[in-house]
């Protein structure tokens, strides 16, 4: 990996601008790209990566409940920003693994049963933390 | 003139030879950003300072900083229940390395020297911890927790972990 330095809060802002104003079908495409469906199906609390698809298929298709919609704004800005500053596979890791900031709960595990703007936030907030150092 | 003991508390944390900082670009300085600030924050919940965290050896960047890759069993469950994955479909395994050996490549050791050691704070000074202890955030932080303690190291040292970090925070704040 050529030593680059990064500009992290410039990586952060066009992830956070990007997840706003991509369409669902994007975002989904994208999560398929990096992560893959299991890890994206996980962490948006999908039973089965099926649905992650479809939405990556159809522009007439997208999450119908807003705790879904939100969850896909919230790890498609994760995921964005953390192959922005290093890979897809370092993403992966880090949504799988313990988080001494989430009190060592796993992130994909927090935001798959995020109800609430809080604990989406827990997780950005632990994100850049991860990335600033 | 910096009186004697304040030189010599701040030689003690951050000695002539410095401490490292480990991050793929370990100068970047970020802005405060007092209208976003970090929910866990140790000791600046209103995000007011730049905070830049050093350690004075390298294992102990490494555990820090690789401890947001440690396994996570229910999660590991968790991914194991999705179905409808393909052949063919992006796959990580829990056990991949590359992506530990693609995150340390990208690594850099950076050494912090502090130049100018006027405003250090002997933070559990029992003087300053007197002091502290009067003002009013500070208070109702230690009140909070027991109405009847003052602050002491050990509050101080709870901070550590979520339930003293109220305490630490208003220190944060009483101190500037």
Request: glycine share 6%; aromatic share 6%.
């Amino acid at each position: 990996m050529p030593q680059v330095a990064i500009d992290f809060t410039r990586v952060w802002e066009e992830a956070h601008k990007a997840s706003v104003t991509e369409p669902a079908r994007e975002k989904a495409a994208y999560l398929l790209r990096t992560v893959g469906p299991r890890i994206g199906a996980a962490a948006l609390d999908l039973s089965d990566a099926r649905q992650l698809k479809r939405w990556a298929a159809s522009d007439d298709l997208e999450p119908r409940e807003h705790d879904v919609a939100a969850r896909l704004d919230a790890l498609y800005w994760i995921v964005r920003a953390i192959v922005g500053c290093y890979s897809a596979g370092v993403a992966a890791r880090f949504l799988r693994s313990a988080n001494p900031q989430l009190d060592d709960q796993a992130p994909l595990l927090v935001l798959r049963s995020a109800a609430e703007a809080d604990a989406l936030r827990r997780v950005l907030v632990a994100t850049r933390a991860f990335l600033e150092g | 003139m910096v009186p004697e003991e304040v030189v010599a508390a701040a030689r003690a944390v951050y000695p002539d030879a410095g401490t490292l900082r480990l991050h793929p670009a370990p100068e970047q300085l970020p802005r405060p950003e007092p209208d976003r600030p970090g929910l866990n924050r140790f000791d600046d919940p209103e995000g007011r300072v730049a905070v830049r965290y050093t350690a004075t050896r390298l294992v102990a960047c490494l555990l820090e900083t690789m401890s947001s890759f440690r396994p996570h069993p229910a999660a590991e469950a968790a991914l194991d229940e999705v179905s409808g994955v393909e052949e063919g479909d992006v796959e990580w395994q829990a056990d991949d390395v590359d992506a530990l050996a693609e995150w340390l490549e990208a690594q850099r050791v950076g050494r912090v020297r502090v130049l100018d050691p006027g405003f250090f704070l002997e933070v559990e000074s029992p003087t300053l911890l007197t002091q502290l202890d009067k003002h009013p955030r500070v208070r109702d932080a230690v009140s909070s927790l027991d109405a009847a303690a003052h602050l002491d190291v050990a509050l101080l040292r709870l901070g550590g972990i979520r339930l003293g970090r109220p305490i630490s925070q208003a220190v944060g704040v009483a101190v500037r």
